[in-house]
C-alpha cells in the first residue's frame, strides 16, 4: 500500500495537465483500477486481516482521491487565470458618445408635469389601461347614448359570448383615474394622473395611443380662481417664461359644470412657436368644475365638496414646447429622430434646477 501510495502521488504531482491527471484517475480509481483491485481482494481476506486492510485501502483511497481533486482545480485556476490575462476590460475608458441613449420626449415632458404640480402639493395617481365602460364613460356623466361615446373612437375589447363580466375598453382619456382617485383617496384631494390613452385616429397629430395627464383637486372651497391659478402657474413654469395671459373659452365637456377649455397667448413667428407674448391664441387643456354626479360617481358628499380638473394632452404640449412637428415621429424610435430629440439621461427635471437644460 505504501508503494501505490508513493506512485500515484508522485506522478499526480508531476501531472504536466488536466488530461493527465485524469488518466491517472481512472488508472488508480476507476472501475478495473489499480486501488479499486486491491479493494475487491478485501473479499477474499479472512476477518482478522481485513479489519487492518479494510481501514488502510479506504484511507488510501481518499488520500489519492483529494490528491486528484486538489491537483485538478490548480489546472482550472491557473487556466481561468490564463483567460483573464487576455479577456481584460479597460473599466476607466470613458464610455462611447455614440452609444449613448436618450430620454424620450414624452418621459421629459411627463416628469416636468409632475415637477411642477408636485411643487403645487399634487401626488401622482395611476390607474389601468384596460378601464371598464363604467369607470370610462358612465362615472364621468357619459350615458350609454351620449354622443361623446361615439365621439372617442373607443377600442372595444373583445368579449366572448356569454360573458357576463362588464364591458372593458381601452380608456379613451385619463379622466377615469378621477373616479378611482376620489374611491380611494376620498376628499379633501389633489392629485394628477399621467398615462396612456388609446384612441382610432390616425394623422400628423394623432396616434391611436397617446399621453394625457388629469388633474383633479377637491375641497370645501374651490372654485374656478383656483383652477385658474394652478394652470396660471403651470403653463409659466412648463414654457420657462416669466408672465402668461391665459383665455378661459366657454366649453363643454359631460363631466364638469361649468367647462372651459384654455388658451394660452402667443406668437407664431417663421413657424416658431413664443408663449406668453403676440396676438394669437393657443388651445392648450380642457377643464372645469367637477360635475356634481362626478363627485358622487367616486363616493364623495357633492353638498359639502367641490372641485375642478383638468386634462392636457402630454404629447400635444411636448410638440409644442420643443417644436416638434409630427407626432407619428414620437413612435417610429428612429434613432436619428430620439438622438436629435432626446434629453441627458442625468438631467432630471426639477423647479430648482431647470426643468429642461
Ligand atoms: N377627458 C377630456 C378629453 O380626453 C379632457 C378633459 C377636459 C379632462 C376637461 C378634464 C376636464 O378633467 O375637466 O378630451
Not at 56 to 79: P, Y
Not at 87 to 99: A, F, G, V
Request: charged letters at 30%.
Amino acid at each position: 500500500m505504501d508503494d501505490l501510495r508513493e506512485k500515484y502521488l508522485g506522478l499526480i504531482s508531476d501531472a504536466a495537465d488536466e488530461a493527465t491527471v485524469e488518466d491517472l484517475r481512472v488508472q488508480a480509481l476507476g472501475k478495473k483500477g489499480e486501488i479499486s483491485l486491491k479493494m475487491r481482494e478485501l473479499g477474499k481476506m479472512d476477518p482478522e486481516e481485513r479489519k487492518t486492510a479494510g481501514p488502510a485501502l479506504n484511507a488510501l483511497k481518499e488520500e489519492v482521491n483529494s490528491a486528484i481533486m486538489a491537483r485538478k482545480t490548480a489546472f482550472a485556476d491557473a487556466a481561468l487565470e490564463e483567460r483573464l490575462k487576455t479577456e481584460w476590460l479597460d473599466i476607466t475608458l470613458p464610455s462611447r458618445p455614440e452609444r449613448r441613449g436618450t430620454i424620450h420626449p414624452i418621459s421629459q415632458v411627463w416628469e416636468e408635469v409632475t415637477a411642477i404640480f408636485a411643487d403645487m402639493g399634487f401626488s401622482v395617481a395611476e390607474g389601468p389601461q384596460i378601464e371598464t365602460d363604467w369607470y370610462n364613460f358612465d362615472a364621468l356623466n357619459i350615458p350609454g347614448h351620449h354622443p361623446a361615446r361615439a365621439e372617442m373612437d373607443t377600442f372595444y375589447m373583445h368579449r366572448a359570448e356569454g360573458d357576463e363580466r362588464p364591458p372593458h375598453v381601452l380608456r379613451t382619456h385619463t379622466s377615469p383615474v378621477q373616479i378611482r382617485s376620489m374611491e380611494k383617496m376620498g376628499a379633501p384631494l389633489r392629485v394628477i394622473c399621467p398615462g396612456r390613452v388609446y384612441r382610432a385616429d390616425y394623422d400628423q397629430t394623432h396616434t391611436p395611443m397617446f399621453h394625457q395627464v388629469e388633474g383633479l383637486a377637491v375641497d370645501t372651497e374651490i372654485s374656478m380662481a383656483n383652477l385658474k391659478w394652478c394652470l396660471e402657474e403651470f403653463v409659466k413654469a412648463f414654457f420657462e417664461v416669466d408672465d402668461v395671459e391665459l383665455r378661459f373659452r366657454a366649453s363643454h365637456f359631460p363631466f364638469t359644470e361649468p367647462s372651459a377649455e384654455v388658451d394660452i397667448r402667443c406668437s407664431w413667428d417663421k413657424g416658431q412657436l413664443k408663449v406668453g407674448e403676440g396676438d394669437d391664441w393657443l388651445e392648450i387643456l380642457g377643464s372645469g368644475m367637477v360635475h356634481p354626479k362626478v363627485l358622487a360617481a367616486g363616493g364623495i358628499d357633492a353638498e359639502k365638496y367641490q372641485g375642478f380638473a383638468f386634462g392636457v394632452g402630454i404629447d400635444r404640449i411636448a410638440m409644442l414646447k420643443y417644436g416638434i412637428p409630427d407626432l407619428r415621429a414620437f413612435f417610429d424610435s428612429d434613432l436619428r429622430w430620439l438622438r436629435h430629440y432626446g434629453f441627458s439621461s442625468l438631467d432630471q427635471p426639477g423647479l430648482v434646477g431647470g426643468l429642461s437644460r
